[in-house]
C-alpha cells in the first residue's frame, strides 16, 4: 500500500444528496481518486493501465454504514481483486489507510522479497487488521511482487513495471 495524499475534489461540495450518484458524483470523484492514487489501486498498487478495471470503492462498507456512501474520505479506487476481497465485514479496531496521515509504508510494514509476503512490523493492530481486511497477502498478490524482485534481481535494475512502487 503506497502512501496517498488525498487531493481536495471541490466539484462534490456543493453537490445535493438527491443528485444522480452514478452518472454525476461517481464520475468526479472517480477524476480526483485518478490523482490520488495516480492510477493505481490504492490498496496493492496494481497500476489500472494493465487491469483497465478500477471501481470506486467504499472503505467502510456501505451496507453497514449507509451514512458514508457518499463522503468523499471514505471512497477509494480499487482494482476488481482489491474490492471483491473486502467483504462487508469491517474490523472492530479500524485499519490503517493509504491516506492516513501518518501512514508510510515502512513505518508499518515490510516486505519479503523472496516469498512476496507483505509483514507488520512490530505489534501494530491497526497495520494488522489493514493486511487482513485487504488481503494484501493473497496468493495472487504474493506470486506478483515474488515475479516483480525476480525479474529485478535477474536484471540487476528495477523493472520498468509500474506495480509495486513501495518496493524500494
Not at 481536495?8 to 444528496?17: E, F, G, L, P, Y
Request: glycine share 2%; with cysteine.
Amino acid at each position: 500500500m503506497q502512501k496517498q495524499n488525498r487531493p481536495a475534489c471541490s466539484k462534490i461540495q456543493n453537490m445535493s444528496d438527491t443528485e444522480n450518484y452514478d452518472s454525476i458524483f461517481k464520475p468526479i470523484v472517480r477524476k480526483c481518486l485518478l490523482i490520488m492514487t495516480e492510477n493505481h489501486c490504492s490498496y496493492c498498487d496494481e497500476h489500472f493501465w494493465e487491469t483497465k478495471k478500477l471501481e470506486v470503492e467504499h472503505f467502510k462498507p456501505k451496507a453497514k454504514f449507509p451514512e458514508l456512501e457518499k463522503k468523499y474520505s471514505n471512497l477509494y479506487l480499487s482494482c476488481n481483486s482489491c474490492n471483491k476481497h473486502k467483504k462487508q465485514i469491517y474490523p472492530k479496531i479500524e485499519p490503517i489507510r493509504p491516506d492516513d496521515r501518518n501512514y508510510e509504508f515502512s513505518k508499518f510494514f515490510y516486505f519479503e522479497p523472496d516469498t512476496g509476503n507483505i509483514k507488520v512490523l512490530g505489534n501494530n493492530e491497526k497495520a494488522e487488521q489493514a493486511l487482513n481486511y485487504l488481503n494484501l497477502n493473497r496468493s495472487s498478490l504474493k506470486q506478483a511482487r515474488f515475479d516483480f524482485c525476480k525479474i529485478w534481481a535477474e536484471k540487476d535494475k528495477r523493472p520498468d513495471l509500474l506495480s509495486f512502487r513501495f518496493i524500494i
